[in-house]
């Protein structure tokens, strides 16, 4: 009896909190690659190298990086409702006056101020679903919320490809000029909509009643009680979170190589058309939304975190790999689909990890910093990408960098799992509900 009151109270929460989170979600990644189409119309027109594209696609995650974990601690004294409509709304603006760019610097420093507005917002809504699971369920819930991320390349790749080809020399306004006003409006408007839509702690939920708040207080404490981290500072001083993060760099690496460079990888194939690169890019995302739900349930199922998140960051390499050597387009693009696929899986078991063994203020921090080191990747891949292109001439080079970094990455989770295996066995928790 109790664990179907449980049931249904955990269907109420996430019919209210994981679609408006979703959505949130789904814009945030947008903003953040859909230079990776602009740069299509916008290198020619602007005269930027692949160097000049590589480093403003990457100095988004240096502003990111330098203000995340500040803006995580902070989390809890200002509320879910003001940060996340003070982030949304800047880094709308500021997605939005992407359109104005006419030089390198203007490029470099709006780029960058989008990650010092958006800067702790991925942790920060991680931290915000602690509030209201369990860590036995998290993996299904990171699986809906991360969805955001292929829905993004699988929704935004024919979107941003349909308003750059049809929207162009509109009122003199470029493609690409149109993509950053239109893809930038609706982030601000949701965080409008974010201040009056959700509430900064359970306890605040009108939408939830009485006994429904008492035992889903239960749940999170009974969960809390297993977790060996209460404060940021030990946190500072564990390896285990070091290790955690150079592995979560090495899936970043890979997600955001794919997310900036595979539209640019299918032009230099031969495909001019800039709707069918749109459908192409598509693909992939939408078989990383199909793995993603697959692996997590599973993950979910057995209470399995250890090799949900190291195999598949593994194979990811390897696919990678396949995509280089093989002389075949077809297969190559097989490939690339599913090491795509088997780096969101990675990514969105690797989330449900931390909020197993991290509370409080542990948790805000220790989320922030591990998100900050891994998402140097983010301003590394593109660089690495961007240097192969200007050395080489060909992206074959960058490609191969990423698929050995995604297979020492597996090494380094799996060194992370062996550190706690004694003293925290995540990889043989059981769901408590």
């Given amino acids: 009896m109790k664990e179907q009151k449980i049931d249904r109270m955990y269907q109420k929460i996430s019919w209210r909190l994981l679609p408006f989170l979703l959505l949130c979600y789904f814009f945030a990644y947008l903003d953040r690659i859909n230079i990776g189409f602009a740069k299509l119309q916008m290198q020619q027109d602007l005269g930027f190298s692949d160097a000049i594209y590589g480093m403003a696609a990457g100095i988004f995650f240096l502003g990111y990086v330098i203000f995340e974990v500040p803006t995580n601690?902070?989390?809890?004294?200002?509320?879910?409702?003001?940060?996340?409509?003070?982030?949304?709304?800047?880094?709308?603006?500021?997605?939005?006056?992407?359109?104005?760019?006419?030089?390198?610097?203007?490029?470099?420093?709006?780029?960058?101020?989008?990650?010092?507005?958006?800067?702790?917002?991925?942790?920060?809504?991680?931290?915000?679903?602690?509030?209201?699971?369990?860590?036995?369920?998290?993996?299904?819930?990171?699986?809906?919320?991360?969805?955001?991320?292929?829905?993004?390349?699988?929704?935004?790749?024919?979107?941003?490809?349909?308003?750059?080809?049809?929207?162009?020399?509109?009122?003199?306004?470029?493609?690409?000029?149109?993509?950053?006003?239109?893809?930038?409006?609706?982030?601000?408007?949701?965080?409008?909509?974010?201040?009056?839509?959700?509430?900064?702690?359970?306890?605040?939920?009108?939408?939830?009643?009485?006994?429904?708040?008492?035992?889903?207080?239960?749940?999170?404490?009974?969960?809390?009680?297993?977790q060996t981290h209460k404060g940021f500072k030990s946190v500072l001083k564990d390896p285990w979170i070091y290790f955690m993060a150079l592995g979560y760099f090495s899936i970043i690496s890979g997600i955001y190589a794919v997310g900036f460079w595979l539209p640019s990888l299918l032009k230099t194939s031969g495909i001019q058309s800039l709707t069918m690169i749109g459908w192409l890019v598509a693909i992939p995302y939408l078989l990383s939304a199909i793995m993603m739900n697959i692996f997590a349930r599973r993950s979910d199922r057995y209470q399995e975190r250890k090799w949900h998140s190291i195999l598949p960051t593994l194979f990811a390499g390897v696919c990678l790999s396949v995509s280089v050597i093989s002389g075949n387009f077809i297969l190559s693009f097989i490939a690339i689909c599913f090491a795509t696929g088997f780096m969101f899986v990675g990514y969105t078991i690797f989330w449900s990890i931390p909020s197993q063994y991290l509370s409080g203020t542990a948790a805000a921090g220790g989320i922030a910093l591990i998100n900050s080191i891994g998402l140097m990747g983010g301003f590394v891949s593109p660089n690495i990408m961007a240097f192969a292109q200007s050395s080489t001439h060909s992206l074959v080079a960058g490609w191969i960098a990423i698929a050995v970094l995604l297979g020492f990455g597996s090494l380094l989770l799996w060194y992370a799992f062996h550190l706690k295996k004694a003293c925290h066995p995540l990889n043989t928790l059981r769901a408590t509900s």
Avoid at 141 to 155: D, F, H, T, Y
Avoid at 200 to 206: E, G, L, M, S, V
């Fill in 73 to 226: 601690l902070y989390f809890n004294k200002v509320g879910a409702r003001k940060t996340f409509m003070r982030i949304m709304v800047l880094w709308g603006i500021t997605s939005m006056s992407m359109l104005f760019v006419t030089t390198p610097t203007m490029f470099y420093v709006l780029r960058f101020l989008l990650g010092v507005f958006e800067a702790g917002f991925a942790p920060g809504l991680i931290f915000y679903l602690t509030y209201w699971y369990s860590g036995a369920r998290m993996a299904r819930v990171m699986a809906i919320v991360m969805l955001a991320a292929p829905l993004g390349g699988m929704l935004g790749a024919p979107l941003s490809t349909q308003i750059m080809t049809h929207m162009h020399n509109i009122y003199h306004m470029a493609g690409w000029q149109w993509l950053f006003l239109l893809e930038g409006f609706p982030t601000v408007l949701l965080g409008i909509m974010a201040y009056f839509y959700l509430v900064d702690h359970p306890q605040d939920a009108k939408w939830l009643s009485q006994d429904e708040k008492k035992l889903l207080q239960e749940e999170i404490q009974h969960h809390q009680a297993q």
